[in-house]
């Protein structure tokens, strides 16, 4: 049976407001341990520990929110994300134990929203998922009252109320976080924004420490749309440029 919980907050969260968080994790202490924080903070946590039972397991239990790691038996982590993003959108904190770029990009690309790098604070999870869900409730009262008309910057065009965006006529398909990244670098296209403003408006995350969680999403996005569309200003972030009016 499914209890209410306490949040460290003290605020009761009732059955029917818990979210369920998915954890895809082989590594038993680590699964464990996440499992009791997120548990601790208010959340429903089923758990799996290789890519056949994660990708069963999302199926059936339609989670919130994934904790996935990226090394599993069976099939790794990017091809379940690949797998659950077929089903259903679902946002993705993806782990990694390697601190490759690659590896973040490639997780990215498959469907994942974020990442972490082993080892990790439980604070800073607990602070990500948080981060995803609220995305997540924004996105979904923004389709109900969406803001109108279409922004058109040269060849990129950015559909607000359907979350879509083209580059010459051709649909690009971004993540959830990719879009909203883009959107906020469009709502004041060639101003320059720091990686700590990006991070605050897109992440609600105010630590500098996940300063490299922006840089890898503006890599991502600039594969999409194209590299030049995206200015570095190095030392400081990134802007978005546009044709001379």
Same mark, same amino acid.
Do not use: K, M
């Given at each position: 049976m499914e209890h209410a919980h306490t949040s460290h907050t003290g605020n009761a969260v009732t059955p029917g407001t818990q979210r369920r968080? +998915?954890?895809?994790? /082989?590594?038993?202490?680590?699964?464990?341990?996440i499992s009791a924080r997120l548990r601790a903070e208010g959340f429903l946590v089923q758990t799996a520990s290789d890519g056949p039972a994660a990708v069963d397991a999302a199926e059936a239990w339609q989670p919130d929110l994934m904790v996935l790691d990226v090394m +599993?038996?069976?099939? /790794?982590?990017?091809?379940?994300?690949?797998?659950?993003?077929?089903q259903r959108p679902v946002p993705v904190l993806m782990l990694t134990a390697r601190d490759d770029e690659t590896d973040m990009l490639v997780g990215l690309g498959v469907g994942a929203d974020d990442y972490m790098t082993k080892p990790f604070s439980m604070r800073e999870l607990v602070a990500r998922v948080h981060v995803l869900l609220r995305r997540v409730e924004r996105a979904a009262l923004a389709a109900v009252t969406p803001r109108s008309g279409i922004l058109r910057l040269g060849e990129l065009e950015i559909d607000h109320a359907q979350r879509r965006v083209r580059v010459r006529s051709d649909d690009v398909h971004l993540t959830p976080t990719e879009f909203d990244l883009l959107v906020c670098l469009a709502n004041t296209p060639r101003a320059v924004l720091s990686r700590e403003q990006l991070l605050a408006e897109v992440w609600d995350w105010a630590d500098a420490s996940g300063t490299r969680t922006v840089d890898s999403h503006i890599k991502a996005l600039r594969r999409k749309i194209g590299a030049e569309r995206i200015r570095t200003v190095h030392g400081v972030g990134y802007a978005l440029e546009t044709p001379a009016p």
């Open positions: 968080v +998915l954890v895809v994790e /082989d590594d038993t202490t680590i699964v464990e341990a +599993l038996p069976g099939f /790794d982590g990017l091809e379940v994300c690949r797998r659950v993003q077929a």
